[in-house]
């Protein structure tokens, strides 16, 4: 431990070096949540996942009392599944392609760690992000293909449009455009869902599926459910959300869409509807 | 979902789209002709028409701005088109925008990129835009005059030099509220400008004109160019109305104007004005309605 004091390059790795790490902690639905810090062992190629592994192993807080594992969720650890989205000094992201040897690169450094604030706490770092899978019901996210017979093949796609929309369906409803979202506030009671603002995430699986050669024959519905109170109006154009998505997906053109699309429907509506 | 929706709810959509169009037109439209209107204080000293009335050019600029005035002020049904084009549109615009303003939170701390800062500003902007808009139209069109530094009544006739008194607090020098009035009319008319530049760019995107990131870009230069030009005719507006213009000198452009527009001078009967000034500032104390 002692040659690790000497301030280490960011990937060394042959000294351990110890990280702090600062965690907000919950132990249940509603109930208060509190601070404890951790001192973890850091080897080379550590992950956040890692440490919070080795605080699972080893529950001793930074001044020796005995606590409880820290609770997160995780899946593929390859950012692909969006379960270990968190806060992370500060920002949200996804906790296992989040690289201590980046985040705290020197001795004593601090990781601060804490659960998305837009969902509610089930404990620890892990929150219930039902909501989100409610949002994607709410603009009918799929291709309606249920029947009685075969529909046969779908129609063909070009290769333009298949760019597009191939970037729009790598979301993985992970959250983070939501926790960055000014717009978009924490809703505990499921019966605020349908009015308060859905976020960016399924505004831009409504594009996906309105723009699918058998999707689109839901698009005035999900356009139905975007115009009404929490849809895309709601969208203050903060942007934030484009800026954090680890998917790199252009959300802010997808509320762009959508908002073409709600002006187009709104006339039609206007001028065309019986 | 629930049978009950509120009048807000039912019309959301309409509500919120409605919201958007009324900061343009008409709100930003008539900002560009006001803005632009109280620039002539500066743009009008290259006016060779209105030569024949001052020899300096910030006289030019006074008979410019008050020939602009005088101009509005005889257009048909203009309390009308007040009422209907600004008033309404204007209170409309400002009780739905801090109705949804409110529905925002603030985390550009934690997220400190140029669009939260926008949207951040966007808000501040609204609201510090209606309190200066309702001082702005309280003062200086119904009259509170308890509210202007040194009591001044603005005069659509001798509208530069009423105006000039109303920021500065005397006639020659500022006061301290008068500063303070001036500041507030910076800040304000500033916070305005940048609301409607920004405004005009998420409208783009609201109304899905804008949809490419590099579509958002370009029309964000295109925003940006307005709001520079905008915050140009405000800044030299205001700039000439608190330090160039000479309020004794401005009157009597402005007395000249009057007695060709009604053919005779400027009442100063039952003017109570005051020991050190010359004729024409007797009418100071006259209301528009004289007009």
Redesign the interface.
């Known amino acids: 431990m002692t040659t690790a004091t000497a301030t280490p390059p960011p990937t060394a790795g042959k000294a351990m070096r110890t990280v702090h790490f600062r965690i907000k902690r919950c132990d249940g639905p509603g109930k208060p949540s509190r601070w404890e810090s951790f001192n973890v062992p850091i080897p080379a190629n550590s992950n956040v996942i890692s440490c919070l592994q080795w605080i699972a192993a080893n529950p001793t807080t930074a001044d020796g009392k005995a606590t409880t594992p820290v609770v997160w969720e995780s899946s593929c650890l390859e950012e692909v599944c969006g379960a270990c989205t968190m806060v992370i000094n500060g920002k949200v992201r996804q906790s296992c392609s989040c690289l201590i040897d980046e985040y705290a690169p020197n001795d004593g450094d601090t990781v601060t760690l804490e659960p998305m604030s837009k969902f509610p706490v089930i404990r620890d770092l892990w929150v219930d992000r039902t909501r989100m899978f409610a949002a994607l019901k709410r603009v009918k996210a799929w291709v309606p293909i249920d029947g009685t017979y075969s529909l046969g093949a779908g129609p063909m796609e070009g290769p333009r449009a298949s760019e597009t929309r191939y970037k729009l369906s790598e979301c993985m409803t992970c959250g983070c455009c939501m926790e960055a979202c000014p717009q978009y506030h924490l809703q505990a009671d499921p019966a605020g869902w349908e009015t308060s603002f859905i976020g960016a995430a399924p505004i831009s699986q409504a594009r996906l599926f309105n723009d699918h050669g058998t999707g689109k024959q839901l698009k005035s519905e999900r356009l139905e459910a975007l115009m009404g109170p929490g849809g895309i109006n709601d969208c203050g154009n903060a942007q934030n959300c484009v800026q954090v998505c680890p998917k790199e997906i252009p959300l802010t053109e997808s509320i762009g869409a959508i908002g073409r699309a709600a002006t187009v429907e709104a006339f039609r509506r206007f001028f065309m509807a019986k | 979902?629930s049978e009950q929706q509120s009048f807000?709810?039912r019309h959301?959509?309409?509500l919120?789209?409605l919201h958007s169009l009324s900061g343009i037109v008409p709100i930003g439209t008539f900002l560009i002709v006001h803005l632009t209107t109280n620039a002539s204080i500066m743009w009008g000293m290259a006016n060779h028409r209105a030569a024949e009335y001052a020899a300096d050019p910030v006289g030019r600029g006074v008979a410019t701005f008050q020939h602009e005035v005088n101009f509005i002020n005889n257009l048909p049904f203009v309390f009308l088109i007040e009422l209907f084009g600004l008033w309404l549109p204007i209170a409309f615009h400002a009780v739905l925008g801090v109705m949804y303003a409110v529905?925002?939170?603030?985390?550009t701390?934690?997220?400190a990129?140029g669009?939260?800062k926008?949207?951040?500003l966007?808000r501040l902007s609204g609201y510090v835009g209606v309190l200066f808009i309702f001082y702005h139209v309280a003062t200086l069109r119904w009259g509170w005059t308890f509210l202007v530094p040194g009591g001044t009544e603005w005069s659509s006739q001798f509208a530069a030099s009423t105006l000039a008194m109303a920021l500065r607090g005397h006639a020659d020098h500022f006061s301290i509220t008068g500063l303070f009035v001036s500041l507030l009319y910076f800040f304000g008319v500033s916070l305005l400008v940048y609301h409607f530049a920004n405004g005009l760019w998420?409208a783009a995107?609201?109304?899905?004109?804008?949809?490419?990131?590099a579509?958002?870009q370009r029309w964000g230069y295109v925003c940006a160019t307005v709001g520079v030009l905008l915050m140009a005719a405000a800044w030299s507006a205001l700039g000439g109305f608190m330090f160039a213009v000479n309020v004794q000198k401005a009157e009597t452009v402005e007395g000249v104007l009057y007695q060709e527009h009604h053919g005779e001078m400027a009442p100063d009967e039952n003017a109570p004005g005051e020991p050190d000034l010359i004729e024409p500032q007797a009418a100071l104390s006259t209301n528009r309605t004289d007009g």
Do not use: D, P
């Open positions: 979902m807000m709810e959301h959509f309409l919120r789209r529905t925002g939170s603030r985390n701390r934690a997220y990129y669009g939260n926008r949207y951040m966007q998420t995107i609201t109304w899905g004109l804008t949809v490419s990131r579509a958002q």
